[in-house]
C-alpha cells in the first residue's frame, strides 16, 4: 500500500468555503431564523448576506458574472445555510433550479439576457413545473404555450412554486403540442412584468414558512420568442435532467437541516440533568445520538458522490441522484424527529429550533418528487 495515498476528502477549497458559509450563516442568518419562521417573512437579512458574500448562486460561470463553482461546492452552501435557517438555504438552492435549465438547453444569447442578473444579485429565479392536477404526473400538465409571430403566449396555472413573487425570472413548462404529451412540453423563462403574468396569494404551510410559496397565473402572457429554452418540444427532456443535478441539492438542504438538529441535541444531553447525571450520561440516549450521527454521515457521503458524478456529466444520473435526495430527507426526518424526543417538553415547544426543523425537515420528502417517486426512479434505473 502506498503510503502517500490520499483517502477520499473534499478539497481544501471545499472547507474553507464550509468554513465561510458556516461563520456567515451563524452571524447573520441565524439570529433572524424564528422570527422568519414565525411571521413567515422572506429572510430579507439572509438573501442580503448571501447575495454580498456571493453564495447566493456560486454555481453559476464566471462568463456570466458567477463564480463557477461545482456541483458540490454548492450543496455546501446549501447545506450550511440549512444547518440554521431552511427558508434561507431556498434561495441559492431555488436560483440554481431555475437556472439550470438554461444553462443546460438554453440559447447563448438567453443566458447572456438572464444569468447576469442573478449572478449579481440583482435578480432571483423560480423554477414551475408543477401544476395542481399535475404533480407527480408532471407530464399531464395542461399550461399551454403557442406561437403568435414573433412571440410565444402562455395561458394556465402553475403551484407550489418556490420564492414565487420574490423572483424576476421563471422558468416555465408548458404544452406547445398537446398530441405529443411528453414530447410536447416546451420550456420558457418568463419576467414578472411580461403582460399577462400575475402571482397569487401565499400558501399556509408546515414549514420552510420564510420561503414564499404561491401559484403563477399566464393569462395571455406574451413573451418575445426567444425566450424559449432549446427547441420546441424538449422541454420535459430538460426538466428531467435539470432535476439529476438539482436533487442531490435537496439532500444537501436536508443534511443541513439534520446536522442543526443533531448540534443542538448533542448541546442539550451534555447540559441537561435527570436523576443527578447528565441526559449525555444515560446509555439509551448515547445511542440515540450514535445512529443519529451514523446515519446523517452516511446520507452526507452519499449526496457528495452525486454531487460530484453530476459536476462529472456521468450519464445515468437518475439513480445516484433520487437515491441521494431520498435517503438524505428520510435521514433528515429521523434525526429532527429524535432530535425533539431528546429534548422532550422543551423539545416540543418554539424556545428551541429544533420543533422548526422537525417541520421544515418533512417538506424535503415531498418536493422535487416525493420519495414515492424517487424510489419509482430507482427501480427503473435498476430494472432497464
Known sequence: MNPDFDIYRLSDEHEALRDAVRALAE???APHAAEVDEQGRF????????TKAGFHAVHLPEAYGG??????????????????????????????????????????????????????????????LSEREAGSDAASMKTRAHRDGDNWVLNGTKCWITNAGESTWYTVMAVTDPEKRANGISAFVVH??????????KERKLGITGSPTREIYFTNCTIPADRIIGAEGTGFKTALATLDHTRPTIGAQALGIAQGALDIAISYVKERKQFGKHLAQFQGLQFM???????????????????ARAERGEPDLGFISSAAKCMASDVAMAVTTDAV???????????????RMMRDAKITQIYEGTNQIQRVVMARALLR
Not at 443519529?292 to 452525486?306: H, N, P, S, T
Request: include cysteine; charged fraction near 20%; proline fraction near 6%.
Open 27 to 29: 452571524k447573520e442568518i
Open 43 to 50: 429572510p430579507r437579512e439572509a438573501c442580503e448576506a448571501l
Open 67 to 128: 463564480q463557477g463553482a461545482d456541483e458540490l461546492a454548492g450543496c455546501i452552501v446549501i447545506e450550511e445555510v440549512a444547518r440554521v435557517c431552511a427558508s434561507s438555504s431556498l434561495i441559492p438552492a431555488v436560483n440554481g433550479l431555475g437556472t439550470i435549465p438554461i444553462l443546460l438547453s438554453g440559447s447563448e444569447e438567453l443566458k447572456q439576457q438572464v444569468l447576469p442578473s442573478i449572478a449579481a444579485g440583482e435578480a432571483m429565479i423560480s423554477y414551475a
Open 192 to 201: 414578472r412584468d411580461d403582460p399577462g403574468f400575475e402571482v397569487g396569494p
Open 289 to 307: 445520538l450514535a445512529d443519529m450521527a451514523m446515519k446523517l454521515e452516511a446520507a452526507r457521503q452519499l449526496v457528495y458522490v452525486a454531487a
Open 341 to 355: 424526543q431528546l429534548l422532550g417538553g422543551a423539545g416540543y415547544t418554539r424556545d428551541f429550533p429544533v420543533e
